[in-house]
């Protein structure tokens, strides 16, 4: 079992549609970092959290340290927030990443 | 926008070749990662620096080395490539506590 799931795998949704993507982790954290990965395979770091809320633009990240859980929503979604979503444990202490195995979304107009 | 460099972006090589991935980063951070990521699976950590001639395996093991002479390049060898290399290597920096920041990635593909 891996240490950082995520859910769903894959999402299709309609153009303006609300979107909640979950992160579930098993190991100790200082924190938690939500990750784009576009098609050509870069990657751009949209969040790092280690309590509450953050939001950027139409995206907004929650932990809830507690439960061992992290959502990413994007609010009024469009076709080019399709990407691999992907989430990351930074283990304490260590500085060492963790990632989860990704969420595929496509957005169609 | 990241200054995190990697070169090449592509590459095909047979069995058997000596290749070297450079990843170099303009913005003086002294942490640095390799990490491969096979198609539609996650990334994991292969090699790790906190600072010049400090260099630390990763949680896959890996028939790479890495070298940290200077602060702003982390090159990544392979002794003699093999099919099983193919795969995806993406270098990342970060200072201590900050998001890390990712290279474009080097797709290898080995016949």
Known sequence: ??????????????????ITINCSYSVGIS???WLQQHPGGGIVSLFMLSSGKKKHGRLIATINIQE??????ITASHPRDSAVYI??????????????????????? | EADIYQTPRYLVIGTGKKITLECSQTMGHDKMYWYQQDPGMELHLIHYSY???????????????VS??????????L???????????????????ETQYFGPGTRLLVL
Not at chain 1, 87 to 109: D, I, Q, R, W, Y
Not at chain 2, 68 to 77: D, Y
């Open chain 1, 1 to 18: 079992k891996n240490e950082v799931e995520q859910s769903p795998q894959n999402l299709t949704a309609q153009e303006g549609e609300f």
């Open chain 1, 31 to 33: 924190a938690l970092h």
């Open chain 1, 68 to 73: 061992k859980h992290s959502s990413l929503h």
């Open chain 1, 87 to 109: 989430c990351a444990a930074l283990e304490g202490g260590s500085e060492k990443l963790v990632f989860g195995k990704g969420t595929k979304l496509t957005v169609n107009p």
């Open chain 2, 51 to 65: 600072g010049v001639n400090s260099t630390e395996k990763g949680d896959l093991s890996s028939e790479s080395t």
């Open chain 2, 68 to 77: 940290r002479i200077r602060t702003e390049h982390f090159p990544l060898t």
């Open chain 2, 79 to 97: 002794e003699s490539a093999r099919p099983s290399h193919t795969s995806q290597y993406l270098c990342a920096s970060n200072r201590p506590g």
